[in-house]
């Protein structure tokens, strides 16, 4: 089987080319990560080299060692990865000591993945632990609203979640554990990675101020779904207050826990406080 013929690979593909439609990706902004599953690994695998060089990740991920991933590539435009799958994204592998990896296939025209592939194996180690491996994907977009909503909320993630929330009835049912929020950093980074993955532990959503979200999940839809949700509800926030500063009327703390009730989720108590 050829790498493009990969269900997994197509699926990728299909999430980097919907993200470009929603105006999520600018130039050669965001990037997308995939930890591929053993069958998926051998049906390709015929396709792979071992000629390229071992390389420094930058950080230390001893629980992803041997995996390989489906990775993005650095400077590259995911408006092109549709157009040419094989020169903007790669698959690579992780070293036994998790701190180097090597392009098994894909840069084909010279490159290496994305400049922020520590932060996304930093998150991808988080998220299979504490998901028993249940997790794969690790997705960062610059989407406009939510972009926006960090120059005027305060960045704080109780607030972040409770106005979400409020916005559109099944985030809280969507992401019940609530988002988390990473004041501005430089990007690409040790030190952002380190930030991200401390919410991480907690949360399937960080917001990084003045520059994008980063959505963890099991799969390419529920993660980009995630992202589709919580960036509608921002838009919906965003109108709202381009009407008026206060809100008429909203959801209410005790119709949040009614909520969580019939649609058996739980909300942590911290997001339903008495707002002035």
Request: hydrophobic share 40%; with cysteine; glycine share 8%.
């Amino acid at each position: 089987m050829k790498v493009t013929e990969s269900k997994c690979v197509q699926g990728f593909v299909r999430m980097c080319t919907d993200g470009w439609d929603l105006g999520w990706h600018e130039r050669n902004g965001g990037n997308l990560s995939y930890r591929m599953k053993a069958e998926e690994v051998a049906e390709i695998k015929s396709n792979f080299t071992d000629k390229n060089e071992w390389q420094e990740i930058g950080t230390s991920v001893p629980n992803l060692a041997g995996e390989r991933f489906i990775v993005t590539g650095s400077g590259k435009f995911m408006r092109n990865v549709k157009l040419d799958p094989e020169a903007n994204i790669s698959i690579i592998e992780i070293d036994s000591s998790g701190e180097k990896f090597r392009i098994l296939w894909g840069m084909r025209d010279g490159g290496r993945p994305t400049s922020e592939l520590p932060t996304h194996l930093m998150n991808h180690e988080v998220k299979k632990l504490a998901t028993n491996g249940k997790y794969r994907v690790i997705y960062h977009a610059h989407c406009t609203n939510t972009i926006a909503l960090t120059f005027v909320l305060p960045l704080k993630d109780e607030v972040f979640t409770r106005e979400l929330w409020e916005c559109a009835t099944e985030c809280p049912v969507v992401f019940p554990q609530g988002i988390g929020v990473v004041p501005w950093m430089v990007p690409g980074g040790r030190a952002i990675a380190v930030e991200t993955s401390k919410l991480m532990k907690e949360y399937d959503v960080a917001i990084w101020a003045h520059h994008g979200m980063f959505c963890a999940g099991e799969d390419f839809d529920l993660t980009f779904g995630l992202m589709h949700t919580v960036e509608k509800s921002a838009e919906i926030l965003v109108k709202v207050l381009s009407m008026a500063p206060k809100k008429m009327q909203t959801i209410q703390p005790q119709e949040f826990r009614d909520l969580a009730k019939d649609f058996k989720v739980s909300l942590p108590e911290k997001f339903l406080y008495e707002k002035n």
